[in-house]
Nanobody, 123 residues
Framework: QVQLVESGGGSVETGGSLRLSCLAS????????LAWFRQAPGKEREGVAG???????AYLASVKDRFTIDRDNTKNTLYLVMTNLKPEDTGMYFC?????????????????WGQGTQVTVSS
């Protein structure tokens, strides 16, 4: 049974930091590309960052230089380190896994999804 379980969300003030984790099981983690998506209230889900098998990463323009995605294949865990958080970063953050990633964060490229972890940034 495939599972992606996110953790690490919370409430912080503007300028704060959080580290999200996503523990995966039920599929060959090292053979999959991974990504973080987020959805703010009333908005569509958007791709935040993705990473391929070789740890090449791509980011949404608005988070580049503030967020870092990384993976630990020995722990089957995906991470997202978020610094200098802004109110517009507020939303539910989801991790996702798929077999294809070319740098474009398209939802359709990701087969497995977690349930999400909430991030709230206050001004």
């Amino acid at each position: 049974q495939v599972q992606l379980v996110e953790s690490g969300g919370g409430s912080v003030e503007t300028g704060g930091s959080l580290r999200l984790s996503c523990l995966a099981s039920g599929f060959p983690f090292r053979d999959y590309c991974l990504a973080w998506f987020r959805q703010a209230p009333g908005k569509e889900r958007e791709g935040v960052a993705g990473i391929d098998y070789d740890r090449n990463a791509a980011y949404l323009a608005s988070v580049k230089d503030r967020f870092t995605i990384d993976r630990d294949n020995t722990k089957n865990t995906l991470y997202l380190v978020m610094t200098n958080l802004k109110p517009e970063d507020t939303g539910m953050y989801f991790c996702a896994a798929g077999t294809w990633f070319n740098g474009d964060l398209n939802e359709g490229d990701f087969r497995y999804w977690g349930q999400g972890t909430q991030v709230t940034v206050s001004s």
